[in-house]
């Protein structure tokens, strides 16, 4: 079982839709989680980064912690079509001298107009 | 603030051949990590420096080598290459505080096909 598991998707929906993208983690030590975006033919630029549990708001997107169940959620309210792109997840852990994220392996998401 | 940028962006070589990418962080940053980029693998950490010595090393050969200068300007070496090399590389940096919310940024990669 990998530390972090994320659905490759693709998730396909209508502009406008609420999208909901998750990952499921085993390390409970985890303790920052962050979500990255990537483009076709870019690098990962980040979304958002919470800290242990609770949610998070940013204009449309809202990153939501859940450590007791090891599950974390992004949301993207009113979605359009420029938000297609693919979603990682990522949590921090310890190894050697530093914090090294842990990636999951992304989910396509698709919106179509 | 200037983003990390990388060079070459994309590359071509065959098999056998040797590769050397290179990164360079944002200004202030002191940590550099590289990661390789599949379709069946996703993201997978190949190594961190810091303050010119390699700090954490990820699961792949000694054909993958890394090193950086006191810039904090990193350079990865891929020696040998094989088909399976062939991968978008990633290079992120961070502020290297070697905290957990030392968060990293990546740059737009150099996409190495190897024939």
């Known amino acids: 079982q990998k530390e972090v598991e994320q659905d490759p998707g693709p998730l396909s929906v209508p502009e406008g839709a609420i999208v909901s993208l998750n990952c499921t983690y085993s390390?409970?030590?985890?303790?920052?989680f962050m979500w990255y975006r990537q483009y076709s033919r870019k690098g990962p630029e980040l979304l958002m980064y919470?800290?242990?549990?609770g949610n998070k708001e940013d204009g449309r997107f809202t990153a939501q912690v859940d450590k007791s169940s090891k599950y974390i959620s992004l949301f993207i309210r009113d979605s359009q079509p420029s938000d297609s792109a693919t979603y990682l997840c990522?949590?921090?852990?310890?190894?050697?001298?530093?914090?090294?994220?842990?990636f999951g392996r992304g989910t396509s998401l698709i919106v179509h107009p | 603030k200037a983003g990390v940028t990388q060079t070459p962006r994309y590359l071509i070589k065959t098999r056998g051949q040797q590769v050397t990418l290179s990164c360079s962080p944002i200004?202030?940053?002191?940590?550099v990590s590289w990661y390789q980029q599949t379709p069946g693998q996703g993201l997978q950490f190949l190594f961190e420096?810091?303050?010119?010595?390699?700090?954490n090393k990820g699961n792949f050969p000694g054909r993958f080598s890394g090193r950086q200068f006191s810039n904090s300007r990193s350079e990865m070496n891929v020696s040998t290459l094989e088909l399976g090399d062939s991968a978008l590389y990633l290079c992120?940096?961070?502020?290297?505080?070697?905290?957990?919310?030392?968060?990293?940024?990546f740059g737009p990669g150099t996409r190495l096909t190897v024939l």
């Open positions: 390390n409970s030590a985890f303790q920052y």
């Open positions: 990522a949590m921090s852990g310890r190894s050697g001298g530093s914090y090294i994220p842990t």
């Open positions: 420096y810091f303050s010119e010595t390699q700090r």
């Open positions: 992120a940096s961070s502020l290297g505080t070697g905290e957990d919310t030392d968060t990293q940024y």
């Open positions: 200004s202030g940053h002191r940590s």
């Open positions: 919470t800290y242990s549990s």
